[in-house]
């Protein structure tokens, strides 16, 4: 018998600003006592939802439950940028260059299979527009540094055959408002969601199909069984033939992978709505997103009424956490750096506060490798997202539950040929090495 105990259940510190921001959604119920299921899911975010979707697609008569530790947005899911990235977009690389050309070209067809498949979800649920926008992304520069960054990797997209556009100071300032960017690489396949408002609506449209989803409901045991898998939570049991779990970092939680996943939180802050004259005064465009060119930058996004109001969105500050948790004073610290992010680039806009603060929680592997795989007989996982939770989880989702069903594909080969992810330097060694790197990185590019 195979027998795993959660060592610890999610934790967050800060509200989701993307969820606070939409109308309330009701509260699902709590799992409580014995039932039973073909597939269950761990995990209520892009990879658990995308999976949720997918068994449905290749078998509508299977009988799937979905158990989430917070509520659906609420967790790391609602505390992203909301990204969904088609091209190389490797956070451990210097310029987001993946593996080389061909793994590059090969990882942004699959990459636009998930945003084809996200684009398709939106349809058949009918989301409302502002959840999903494929309008692309511009890598913005504000440095000499970051422009050469820019350069670098256009010349590498160059290579990839795809499309580009260097955008100069002029233009980006025509996009956002601000006189801070020296320059940026606009790219058009990237597509904007409202990250909670899509896991929602894509949430009730699984449920709609007959799909089972309990929330505040965290695993804390999973032990194989006769006919399959036992998952205990705190108020109740479910027997499954299968599990997927698609809680990312958690893996870990569970003894999986241990000694190889780097916990990263990172933080970001969002403003009140903007009034009319501040929007004016501004200008720009009413919604677009920004990549540092360094990927240790700041992320800035600005949304409007279809996403939940006229803000802005500024994410910066990683530090190493194996406990996969923030602190207050984290929070605090970061937040100050983000409130000089933000006035450095919007100075007519000092007197807008911010909203709301978070931190979310990134799973990183030393060589980029995700853990999509049967981990023992009836046991799938589709966690280690890279940073890239949008994509990298909507891709390792549909891979899961291929494999749930015993089906293969591009995204199953892909992942099957991934390297196990690297060891880590033995604890303390991990923290205190990571945190020095962080600080320096960020240091280095302070002005992107």
Known sequence: M????????????????WAAILPPAAPRAVF?????????????????????????????????????????????????SGFMIDLPHELTASGYEGGGEARDRLLTRLNRQAIDYAAEAVAEFGMTSGMFQRIGKVNGAASDVGMSANRAYAGHLAALGEDYEMLDAQAMRD???????????????????????????????VE????????????????????????????GTLQAQRVIMANNGHLESFGFAKG???????????????????????GGAESWGITPADPMGTTVRRIGPAEGGNRIIVRQGGYYRPEMTTSPSDLARVSRIMRKKFEDRFPLLKSVKFAFGWSGHLCLS??????????????????????????????????????????????TRYFAAEEEPARLPPHPFDTIGANAYLRFKEWQSRRE
């Open 2 to 17: 195979s027998r795993h105990d959660a060592k610890r259940q999610p934790r967050f510190t800060g509200p989701a600003g």
């Open 32 to 80: 409580q006592g014995q039932t039973g299921c073909d597939v269950a899911i761990i995990g209520a975010g892009y990879a658990g939802l995308s999976a949720a979707r997918k068994l449905k697609q290749i078998d509508p008569a299977l009988d799937v439950v979905v158990l989430d530790a917070a509520q659906v947005g609420e967790g790391g899911t609602g505390r992203n």
């Open 175 to 205: 996009l956002t408002g601000s006189d801070y960017y020296l320059g940026g690489l606009y790219t058009p396949g990237t597509a904007l969601i409202q990250p909670a408002g899509y896991a929602q609506g894509l949430a009730r449209g």
């Open 208 to 235: 709609r199909s007959g799909v089972r989803i309990f929330e505040r409901s965290g695993v804390t045991r999973i032990e194989s069984v006769a006919g399959g898998w036992q998952l205990t939570t705190d108020r």
């Open 260 to 282: 190889r996943l780097m916990h990263i939180m990172l933080n970001a802050c969002m403003t009140d709505e903007l009034t009319d004259s501040q929007m004016r005064a501004l």
């Open 366 to 411: 030393k060589n980029g490798a995700s853990v999509m795989r049967e981990l023992e007989p009836g046991l799938f996982a589709a966690c280690v997202q890279n940073g890239l939770g949008t994509v990298r989880g909507t891709l390792s989702g549909i891979g899961a539950a291929e494999l749930a069903c015993g089906q293969t594909s591009d995204i």
